[in-house]
């Protein structure tokens, strides 16, 4: 190494220069590519058919947009994850801030992943179904009697080491006590697989516990879910012919904060979108450690959403969230990192993926 006193004055402000230059040089560049990407598309995509689904941090958030709006979502896959609302503290309003998230953290981690609270009867799955309903009818989310028709999606692998198979379980009796019938829910349990989102053949081998948290185990999850919640689909496309856009959420996030959003977001669009007005949207909530600043397109282009949403009219968002000193996995909020109302319509991520939806909605420019 050499030292710093061996360098002349000279020779030292000349190395500073060159470096502010490269430093000026790579915000310069940080900001054309920004101000360069392209906003979410006016498609004139049919609202009423919505749908969602989500691994891990991702499930509860599909679970958690599904109740707060099905009025127009008609199904929710919940991958890995828990009931709705299983980590809010009954203590958390007793304590301002931070200090709320806090509580609801350390229950999270315990309780609706770990299963450690067993013992207290956490998950309580009928509790947790009364509080929504309550929740609905001080108007925080839709009326849960709405999602009475509704499909959902459960799964749960066998040697996922992170969210216990019985906080799963659980999850179908929440919804059950919600009032949706047996016939509507569909619990997977695949003795083989741990924590991921599985496929047929991407990934990392069935049973892994790790990043990029996608696995092969000869299972189509993509398909299954979205006939599920759908009915039966045409054949999906042995090549798909739409394409990934990225985009900027910052227009979808004015006025919100804080968000833990990303500035880029992607959604799959298949050419007949583009052409004709009228398809359904699915979201997809990654799970933490899983936007694509962490592990690329690992999530979103092997998940084997695209090859559905070609021969079935479905437009798939991929909305993505970004690491912060207080998130750093980058998860989706399920205990209240942005604000104490993280489960209700008024909730910053369901606002901003609530305003990205509702812009794929707006007629076609031209039209």
């Known amino acids: 190494m050499v030292s710093l006193a061996a360098i002349s004055p000279s020779t030292a402000q000349t190395r ?79 304590v ?46 839709d009326p849960t009697d709405l999602s009475r028709q509704d499909h959902i999606y459960l799964y749960t692998g066998e040697k996922d080491r992170i969210v216990a198979s019985r906080i799963v379980r659980r999850t179908a009796d929440f919804y059950r006590a919600l009032g949706i019938p047996d016939a509507n829910i569909s619990l997977i349990e695949n003795r083989l697989a741990g924590h991921a989102f599985v496929t047929e053949s991407e990934g990392l081998a069935c049973g892994s516990n790790r990043s990029p948290f996608v696995t092969d185990c000869d299972y189509d999850q993509a ?22 856009l990225h985009f900027d959420q910052r227009p979808h996030l004015a006025g919100l904060s804080p ?11 298949p050419s007949t979108c583009e052409a004709t007005p009228g398809c359904r949207i699915h979201i997809a909530f990654h799970g933490c450690a899983q936007n694509e600043i962490m592990v690329g397109d690992a999530f979103y282009a092997k998940a084997g959403f695209d090859r559905w949403a070609d021969t079935n009219r479905l437009i798939v968002l991929f909305p993505q969230t970004r690491s912060t000193p207080t998130n750093p996995q980058g998860c989706w909020d399920w205990w209240g990192y942005t604000g104490p109302d993280f489960l209700t319509r008024t909730a910053p991520q369901i606002r901003a993926v609530e305003a990205m939806i509702a812009r794929l909605g707006e007629p076609a420019s031209g039209s």
């Open 259 to 269: 968000t833990g959003l990303a500035d880029t977001g992607i959604v799959y669009i």
């Open 96 to 141: 301002p801030g931070p200090g709320a998230a806090m509580l609801n953290l350390n229950k999270a981690m315990s309780g609706c992943m770990l299963d450690g609270m067993r013992f207290m009867g956490i998950p309580d799955a009928e509790w947790l179904a009364e509080k929504a309903r309550r929740r609905a009818e001080r108007g925080e989310i």
């Open 223 to 244: 398909g299954a879910l979205l006939k599920q919640i759908y009915g039966p689909l045409g054949t999906p496309s042995p090549s798909p012919a739409g394409h990934y």
């Open 16 to 94: 500073w220069a060159a470096l502010v230059v490269a430093i000026l040089a790579l915000l310069w560049l940080n900001a054309c590519t920004e101000s360069d990407l392209p906003e979410l598309p006016r498609l004139a995509a049919r609202l009423d058919q919505t749908s969602t689904s989500g691994i891990s941090s991702g499930a509860y958030m599909a679970g958690q947009f599904h109740l707060a709006h099905n009025r127009h979502v008609i199904g929710a896959a919940i991958i890995a994850g828990g009931p709705y609302g299983c980590a809010e503290s009954a203590f958390a309003g007793l």
